[in-house]
């Protein structure tokens, strides 16, 4: 069972460039999430789906956008990569809110934008 | 908005010793609490979920306690080994599901 996988694990992107960052997860989870993770600080959400077909955007969105036309991928999308987006980037999926329902982790995608 | 502050930023102990981390948090209206642990390079381990309504959830080596109405909660962790340095993250649920992560207290275990 390969949980939350994410690709790359490392990029270097120039100022201006494009790129996606890919997300999958196998366990038919309804939700999930996009955070970035700034040195030394905790995560942010960027971007998060109920359902394929639906997304919202979280606290930080400026500069992302995502889709969601299957349960199993959610990629995140820079059209315009800036020093600021300079990152950790981590995928998470939820099967759905409840009480005892944690939100599981993918490895995290390493983003430099010079 | 909910705000969530862990202190130490850091923390450096021999082993075997006992040791608490302390993540206090703005607006008490949460429904979960979660304690992660992050390893270099690689993503969130879920350690401890407290429901609101609980006082402490016990795994192992590791005891989380919550205090909503003090907005507070504390990770133990009991006989410290040099496996169990990482940073942890402490992480509340918001209305809507939304997670509030601090900024996390990076501990480092000495042999």
């Known amino acids: 069972n390969a949980g939350v996988t994410q690709t790359p694990k490392f990029r270097i992107l120039k100022i201006g460039q494009s790129m996606t960052l890919q997300c999958t997860q196998d366990?038919?989870?309804?939700?999930m999430y996009w955070y970035r993770q700034d040195p030394g600080m905790g995560l942010k959400l960027i971007y998060y789906?109920?359902?394929?077909?639906?997304?919202d955007k979280g606290e930080v969105p400026n500069g992302y956008n995502v889709s969601r036309s299957t349960t199993e991928d959610f990629p995140l999308r820079l059209e315009l990569a800036a020093p600021s987006q300079t990152s950790v980037y981590f995928c998470?999926?939820?099967?759905?809110?409840?009480?005892?329902?944690?939100?599981?982790f993918g490895p995290g995608t390493r983003l430099l934008v010079l | 908005k909910q705000e969530v502050t862990q202190i130490p930023a850091a923390l450096s102990v021999p082993e075997g010793e006992n040791l608490v981390l302390n993540c206090s948090f703005t607006d008490s209206a949460i429904y979960n609490l979660q304690w992660f642990r992050q390893d270099p390079g690689k993503g969130l381990t879920s350690l401890l979920l407290?429901?609101?309504?609980?006082r402490e959830q016990t795994s192992g080596r590791l005891n989380a306690s919550l205090d909503k109405s003090s907005g507070r909660s504390t990770l133990y962790i009991a006989a410290s080994q040099p496996g169990d340095s990482a940073t942890y993250l402490c992480?509340?649920?918001?209305?809507?599901?939304?997670?509030?992560f601090g900024g996390g207290t990076r501990l480092m275990v000495k042999p």
């Open positions: 407290i429901q609101s309504s609980q």
């Open positions: 992480a509340v649920y918001n209305a809507g599901n939304m997670l509030t």
């Open positions: 789906s109920v359902g394929a077909g639906i997304t």
């Open positions: 366990m038919n989870h309804n939700y």
């Open positions: 998470a999926s939820q099967k759905e809110p409840g009480l005892q329902e944690t939100q599981y």
